[in-house]
């Protein structure tokens, strides 16, 4: 999957343009394509990485400087009128009565991670979206956080893991005051922080990172110490980054100790642990979409290029063993388990954003647009169908392959023991509450500034940006799209006053001939091959872009999970149509044990949903194996007028495909749909036309497809 990428990505420095329209930088309507932007340069109006830190590859605008549109300002709405807005009315560990974060000595109740998990997303909805009430309720929070560092620069809660000191939640915090500092330029959390971090430098080795948790996600505590050294420049944090890397546990290992292998696992039918097993630290799914790019993190401060090597790797192997599947996410539903890679198998609502999160932290580290393309498969296609269109419920486990969503019990084959796969407000507490960051993370990293000065579309999706460029005049760009769905993203630029600056557009890897004109000029066309296309002009107010991204259907045959297939065009994956019936259920009565809500929460408002099948699931997909493409016709629809496309009813384009039935294939003894590798490989059911919607509009769905070796051909 990443075979040829790290090679690339060393090269940050040395890339020169691949393909030259024009040369030089005088000339309007000069295109250069690239693999990677350079880095020679610093970018003089956001703060990048200082020496001797590694040169910033892509520089993060502050949080607001991107305001979404279309689809993805509808999700903020969504989300704010849903569970994230109404958390801390309803969640037992928001509540303010004895909360240990709103407490000057670090005492209360309710002090762990759930806070910091809602405020990250919660309080940036706010800041995005200039909404004064959020932003209000978020600074009671913050305010408590500054105000409860202690003389030895400790803050927050006192919340100790067995013996010693947890870090964890605190790493989480420093996340929201990083953003309510890009915000509001609040000195406080810059001397909040410098003390904290001073006293983390004097917590003995054996009591520092010490646990489960912890010790797993110490690249969440290295990014924010590398954040504050790039704004403070104080040598001691350096020190304390060495620190960290070294008390957190080795996601460069290979070959380990079993008992290095932190995570509960367990072998399908006792069979013995397979060797490659031990090349994770570990296999928890959160843990890993968040803490693999922790070797990464500290190549800015080591300059090794084995770091960089390292988490591109640990992407590689989980998915080499987990992550054959459509959709970009990996079999893990809690812990991966040798045995279980089926398409059934699924991923938490928390991995997910965790790995979206992670996607960006690696396109701003290395500059390398197979994170943009990635972050987009698993925001665009299995993050959306993990929570309800309105956002007042989610499910813990989403998988690429799901027929019915209930309150039952699933294990052991989902690894978990409790209704998992329902939708419930409640479940669980860690989903709950940090399901919120997906869309406001995602939004903040659509557009990045650059090292020359310029700016870079990173990420695609509608939206407005506000960035200083070129000699420092403040321009705005805006994006008008409905990309994912649509070919056609148009860029058009305001600016005071005329100015020289580069403008990057990715060019993801799916894509072939893509085209770029300026103010109706076809400019470059027939572009293909991942990195990003250059524009170098003086630009102007009026000045319009428009980037077409042809999208082809393309077919995927998983060969490590029984040959099975999917469908996509673009970055849109493709499921099978299944027509869903809802029941509604009480969610303090189908909520996971470890779920709780506020006294007084009136739970009737906020129901939990059974998703039943109306129609059949079991169908495998007629293709002819010499012109795959040519076995599916595509269907565009209008746009909705919600603007809201992720839904059955309102998804604005669909695939009509040949299928077969497979009769054999049913739910199994789990109540799950069956394994790929206990089916037939025929069928002689009729050929019958079946639809096909964009994944991530699917509830249920059916997107790893059966292979048919015989009777496929009409």
Known sequence: MLKNRFKSTLALGVCAGLVSCNSGNNSNNSVTLVD???????????????????????IKLPVGAVKPEGFLKEYLIRQKNGLTGNLGEISAWLQKDNNAWLSKDGTGEWGWEEVPYWLKGYANIGYIMNDQPMIDEAKIW????????????????????????????KMIMLYCLQSYYEYSQDQRVIELMTDYFNYELTVHDEEFLEGYWQRLRGGDNLHSVIWLYNRTGDAFLLELAEKIHQNTSDWRGRDLPIAQVKNHYEVRDGGAVPDWYRDQVDWHNVNHAQAFREPAQYYLLSKDEKDLKATYENFSIIREHFGQVPGGMFGSDENARPGYADPRQGVETCGIV???????????????????????????NTYPAAVMPDFKSLHYITSPN????????????????????MMNPFSSRCCQHNHSQGWPYFIENLWMATPDNGVVAAMYGASNVEVKVGDGTLVNIEETTHYPFEEEIKFAVSTEKSVDFPLYLRIPAWTKGASITVNGEVIKDNISGIGYAKISRTWATGDQITLTLPMEIQTKTWEKNSNSLSVSRGPLTYSLKIREKYFKKESDETAIWDSKWQKGA????????????????????????????????????????????????????K???????????????????????????????????????????ARLRITAFPELISNNKP
């Open 142 to 169: 913050l305010e408590s956080v500054l105000n409860s560092q202690r003389e030895n620069g400790d803050f927050g809660p006192k919340v100790m893991d067995g013996d010693h000191p947890d870090f964890w939640a």
């Open 402 to 421: 799901m027929a019915l969503l209930d309150a039952e019990n699933h294990a052991p084959g989902i690894a978990n023991n409790g209704p998992f796969l």
């Open 354 to 380: 965790e790995q979206m999160n992670s996607d960006e932290h690696l396109l701003r580290i290395t500059g390398d647009p197979f994170w943009a393309d990635h972050a987009e498969e698993v925001a665009f």
């Open 655 to 697: 695939i009509v495909a040949k299928a077969r039935q497979i009769p054999e294939w049913q739910l199994d003894q789990y109540g799950l749909v069956g394994e790929l590798k206990d089916l037939p490989k025929t069928s002689d059911q009729p050929i019958v036309d079946v639809t096909l919607i964009p994944m991530g509009a």
């Open 36 to 58: 990677r932007i350079p880095t020679e340069n610093t970018n003089e109006f956001y703060i990048s990485n200082r020496a001797p830190l590694v040169p910033s590859a892509l």
């Open 602 to 653: 009136d739970t009737k408002k906020w129901p939990s949903w059974e998703i039943h099948p109306v129609t059949d699931w079991n169908y495998s997909l007629v293709v002819d194996e010499n012109d795959p493409a040519s076995s599916f016709e595509v269907m565009k629809g209008q746009w909705p007028k919600s603007d809201f496309p992720f839904t059955l009813e309102e998804v604005p384009i």
